[in-house]
């Protein structure tokens, strides 16, 4: 039977889920090596239900992981279904169509279990200090010329760490300390994230997430959808001309589309794919129009799966904004 | 202390003998305190040192004089006194400060007079005349 929670439970819990990723993020600040971490909040922390969908997110995080971690956490899943998880585990990635859209970004999530029941990922994407590959070049080709690339691999593979992983990626980076604190910061990060959660859940008698997570989404998804209830239906169109590369201008167009309570984003007509590394992967640019719907209709919204629902994007395969082909460039700044 | 090439700072008891095995040994016994674990290979630094140092001040171990009252005029009399967490007056003894034998314990509410002050304790608190003459007062 599935529980309820009165309005004073759901609030002290959902309080506690923002707390609890504010406080990863917050030691995050404090044991990384790195300026990107400390200074620009280049990285968030996520909670996320056994299924991969957001729960809570660090308030303090760039907008773009709002949208990626999540989906991220749901490609580890699939690379590595419940049955091959295991408590202690620490799953690493920074594939640019699985997680960012550029190779800096290295994902970082953890499964937890309670009574041996997988209940829960604690995430964090964090922009490393280097990747190897050219440096902040629009130059490279091909992704193979932006850096390392690490497929979804377990960096800990039940507390035990994949000691040839990381002599790999020291080898492959400019800054092997630095790279490799940052990496062990996100992962004291993902421990904090495990070990509230868990006293939470202890402290509620909660079996597992699928209840709250339902209430918390659902309410944001209401939200979410009430705020673009009371916008005026129709089609919004706008294009945006930048500067491209190579004196030749790149042209956005966008087409968006209120219809009751859900929004359409559309990025037919956009300009093709570029060879050299401008181009955004499909994983930011959800990200990016998720954040900007946000804003601009539901800014104090906490950031959860619910409030993208109503969210629907779409985008020719091979626009410069969008790259859905394995083995191009792609990197967004 | 932290790990170089970190921005933040932990704060670190030193062990008694300050050798480099026993500072590394307290160092990441703190911060595994705070963080759960360590960056394997990453090299520590001092930020900061602090010594403290305590040492009696000069005129302190002093002691009290008080003049002495006869002890069986302790009890000066009862008067109403006003207490704002009661929200109301409550009868209450009054106590000659100079009368009262070290060791003996009075329940509050009481007034404790003297030359230069008077002390009020409240009716959830207990009062006693410590060795020296001072009184302590404690919360039930």
Known sequence: MSRTFDAIELELLWRRLISLVDEAAAAMVRTSFSTLVRESYDFSCVVTDATGQSLVQASESIPSFIGTLPETVKHFLRHFPEDQLSPGDVLITNDIWLGTGHLPDVTLAKPIFRNGRLIAFSATTAHVPDIGGKIRSPEPREVFEEGLQIPPMKMMAAGKTDETLVALIRKNVRTPDQTMGDLYAQIVALDLMEDRLLVLMENYGLPDLTDLAREIQGRCEAAMRAAIRELPDGTYRSELKTDGIMDKPITIRMALTIKGDEILIDFAGTDAQVDRAINCAMCYTNAMCMYGVKVCTNSSLPNNEGAWRPITLTAPPAASSIRNSPRRVARAC | ?140
């Open chain 2, 1 to 140: 202390m932290r790990y170089i090439g970190q921005g933040s700072e932990i704060t670190v008891v030193l062990p008694p003998e300050l050798t480099e095995g026993a500072v590394k040994v307290a160092f990441e016994a703190a911060y595994k305190a705070l963080f759960a674990r360590v960056p394997p290979g990453a090299a520590i630094q001092f930020v900061a040192l602090r010594l403290s140092v305590s040492a009696p001040m000069p005129g302190t171990g002093g002691e009290l004089e008080l003049p002495r009252h006869a002890s069986d005029n302790a009890l000066k009399g009862t008067r109403p006194v006003f207490f704002p967490d009661e929200g109301k007056t409550l009868p209450t003894r009054v106590w000659d400060r100079y009368a009262l034998e070290p060791g003996v314990s009075i329940d509050g509410p009481a007034v404790f007079e003297e030359n230069e002050s008077t002390f009020i304790v409240g009716p959830n608190a207990t009062a006693r005349l410590l060795p020296d003459g001072s009184i302590l007062a404690e919360a039930n």
